[in-house]
């Protein structure tokens, strides 16, 4: 399977923030998003959710030599501030979710399975999500997207304010989740880019490209990444 | 002095501006007109610039103006019994009492002191004395012609007039100077806009002599006020050297604006949390649906308290009511003719009142900061499909809470038709309980639909649509001026049925169509 975006651009009145973003993702890689603050990383993600509408330009999935558009269903999109319903029991959500998806590969488990996986501990399992910390609803969010098992997941800056320990298991599980689909990972901690990811791509001037790591050492690379970050600031 | 007066009251003007164009901006179509760089375009600039100048010229006397009108000679011509001029004096002298702390201009603390002051670093003593001066000559240069206009009016005589703009002023002054002193003494800084359970009591015990002792015929004379006033102008004119030689005004404003900057950094974070406060926490509420059956059982179920609760109370008050009245009725029959009159023609009047007491925007507003906010985040909450069926589930249920009081009210009126006299066409019964109800129903559709239409918040949950504000004041203003509208029910029952019927049609229409496009994030 490939993610294919042509042409994709958006503008803020006046201002173009993506102005030609043309880029094939593989399923089966994690890609390292990154770029300058205000380069555009947030609005080309909204854009691939479709919660702001592209100016141009178009995107959609090729499986087996045929294109296809992208569904809702397509992409899970997790954010850096977890967002779970509130009002709902951790044990609840996870039900109306399995309800909702219930014809999802990924569904078909008992409840408690899941909550194994992500260590989601007994007496956490049937508290009200607005009694979560924020790591725990991170937990919750990824739980969500590991059973819906989306084709696309995008991920902005998502192990930013995560305690050691729970960035360590997310790290974990991403690589597990990788298979099969095609994961994009925002961040602005360029370590974190070079142990988790196989690609690193840059958002440049409105455009998207890769930064070939070919035959260097990770020190070399990165001198190579912020040189092309800096480059991006003198333009 | 000059110079601190000058960049404060431009910074002032310079954010007043900023605001105008701001909201200029918020204007739907107009905003597509504008230009980007809005607040660089000279044109649009002294535009905004006039109308801030005006608004400063206009808030020096409407709003003294509307004072007068209203709370002074407004509440004083409904007591006949005692001299006007009396009233006069005696609600203005307890009126300028409880404005002398409750609207201090010192202790209020207000972004432009903020950004003067703790973003700018002015001079605190400097800033805060010509701030105060320009807010005190402001009172004065807008209450002389006021005053001698409803004072003349009232039949005071002109040099009592002349007395109150520096009267009023005296009592601010000195309000001022005691809080000072008490900031020395405690250290503790007074906040206007947080006054504690004491001063509150205080306020009610001067409304009480303000407005009840002339209901018996108790006022005090003009002349005591006259002395009162003149003693307010001595202590005020002593108070002047305290403000003056005060020291800490940095310190204390510190104190008040760190306070302030808070709950206004904060404003979204309590809006959030008050939301969140709604949920029960009662572990035995469970559901057995499925799906969104499921997901909007227990949304209502643990939002009883801003559901469910506040429309049975309003239930028993209707109820309440009408029994009142109808023991009103038995105790006094001659009522009935007037009741049956007032009835048979104030069904407009309704629609205001089902406005009011509609949970619309609070169910709304609930539902995106405790449920969508964050189900809107993952697809599979955005299929066209599942919005369509939260939605149809949704309706149901905020029709269901709505119609509880009106079918109430609905029934109550008809009952004290029946109970009045009654009317000739036995059709008005009918038309009375399903008007109010259709009435109900139309608010439960109206308010939803626009949610779904528009999504008017944004991440933070503010709400950040021009077009949702818009359509809301149009809502708030149709019904006000329905209110002034005297129609028979059964015309106005009729058309109003008509028109709920036919709005609900096309609203469904609409959000068939548009809100699997619409129902988003802002972002």
């Known amino acids: 399977m490939r993610f294919v975006i042509e042409h994709l651009k958006k503008s803020f009145e006046n201002k173009e923030v993506l102005s030609d973003i043309s880029f094939t993702f593989e399923s089966g890689k994690i890609y390292g998003l990154l770029g300058r603050n205000g380069a555009g990383k947030t609005t080309l993600f909204n854009c691939l959710n479709r919660d702001l509408r592209t100016d141009g330009g178009r995107f959609f999935l090729e499986e087996q030599g045929e294109r296809r558009d992208v569904r809702a269903e397509d992409i899970g999109y997790v954010l850096s501030t977890p967002e779970v319903p509130e009002f709902l029991t951790a044990r609840e959500f996870l039900q109306f979710f399995i309800d909702i998806n219930g014809s999802s590969e990924g569904a078909n488990r008992p409840i408690d399975d899941y909550f194994d996986v992500m260590s989601i501990s007994q007496d956490d399992r049937d508290k009200l999500l607005k009694d979560y910390s924020h790591g725990m609803k991170n937990k919750m969010q990824m739980l969500i997207h590991l059973i819906a098992q989306p084709n696309i997941l995008l991920l902005d800056e998502p192990l930013t304010s995560l305690d050691v320990v729970v960035a360590e298991e997310m790290k974990q599980l991403l690589r597990s989740l990788k298979r099969d689909r095609i994961t994009i990972f925002s961040t602005h901690i360029l370590d974190l880019a070079l142990d988790l990811c196989d690609e690193i791509i840059l958002l440049h001037n409105g455009e998207l490209e890769i930064v070939d790591q070919s035959n260097l050492d990770n020190a070399k690379f990165k001198g190579k990444i912020i040189d092309a970050l800096r480059e991006e600031h003198h333009d | ?523």
């Not at chain 2, 609760?309 to 109808?326: D, E, M, N, Q």
């Not at chain 2, 009725?329 to 009835?343: Q, T």
């Open chain 2, 1 to 523: 002095m000059i110079k601190t007066f000058r960049t404060a009251f431009l910074l002032k003007n310079t954010y007043r501006v900023n605001t105008i164009l701001y909201a200029i901006k918020q204007i739907p179509l107009l905003n597509r007109l504008l230009p980007q760089a809005i607040y660089r375009v000279y044109g649009l600039k002294i535009f905004a610039n006039i109308l801030a100048v005006l608004w400063e010229l206009v808030s020096i006397f409407l709003g003294k103006a509307l004072y007068f009108a209203t709370l002074i000679c407004g509440v004083g011509v409904l007591y006949e019994t005692v001299p006007a001029d009396e009233v006069f004096a005696h609600i203005l002298l307890f009126l300028s009492v409880i404005g002398s702390f409750m609207n201090t201009a010192m202790f209020n603390p207000t972004r432009d002191k903020y950004y003067a002051l703790i973003l700018m670093r002015m001079d605190a003593r400097e800033y805060v004395l010509t701030d105060y001066g320009y807010a005190m000559l402001k009172v004065v240069v807008g209450f002389f012609p006021l005053s001698a206009l409803f004072g003349l009016g009232c039949g005071a005589p002109f040099w009592f007039c002349l007395l109150i703009p520096f009267a009023v002023v005296g009592l601010k002054l000195t309000a001022a100077a005691c809080s000072l002193l008490d900031y020395k003494r405690t250290g503790n800084v007074r906040n206007e806009n947080r006054l504690g359970k004491a001063t509150w009591l205080v306020v009610g015990l001067l409304l009480a002599a303000a407005y009840g002792l002339p209901a018996v015929g108790i006022t005090l004379p003009l002349l005591a006020v006259a002395v009162i006033f003149a003693a307010a102008i001595l202590t005020g004119a002593v108070s002047i050297g305290l403000i003056w030689r005060f020291p800490d005004y940095g310190l204390m404003y510190r104190q008040l604006l760190s306070q302030m900057m808070h709950q206004l950094d904060q404003v979204n974070r309590h809006v959030r949390e008050s939301s969140y406060k709604s949920i029960s926490a009662d572990t035995t509420i469970v559901s057995r649906r499925k799906g969104f059956e499921f997901l909007n059982e227990l949304f209502i179920k643990r939002h009883r308290s801003i559901l469910w609760k506040p429309a049975v109370r309003i239930t028993y008050i209707c109820l309440f009511l009408v029994l009142g009245v109808l023991l009103a009725f038995f105790l006094r029959p001659e009522l009935k003719s007037v009741v049956n009159r007032v009835l048979m023609t104030f069904l407009p009047y309704f629609v205001f009142i089902m406005y009011m007491i509609n949970r619309g925007t609070g169910f709304t507003r609930a539902l995106f900061i405790n449920c969508d906010h964050s189900l809107l985040t993952y697809s599979f909450y955005k299929r066209p499909e599942m919005v369509l069926k939260l939605f149809a589930i949704r309706l149901r249920e905020i029709i269901k809470i709505n119609l509880l009081p009106a079918l109430t009210l609905g029934a109550g009126l008809a009952v004290l038709l029946y109970a009045s006299g009654g009317t000739d066409n036995y059709w008005n019964y009918v038309i009375l309980v399903v008007s109010v109800a259709s009435m109900s129903v139309f608010f439960s559709v109206h308010y939803l639909t626009i949610y779904y239409l528009l999504q008017p918040y944004t991440v933070s949950t503010e709400v950040k649509s021009g077009t949702y504000q818009l359509v809301l004041s149009a809502t708030y203003l149709v019904c006000f001026f329905l209110m002034e509208l005297r129609m028979p029910i059964f015309v106005f029952g009729i058309l109003c049925i008509l028109f709920c019927v036919l709005y609900c049609i096309v609203a469904c229409l609409l959000i068939y169509r548009f809100a699997p496009k619409t129902f988003r994030l802002r972002r």
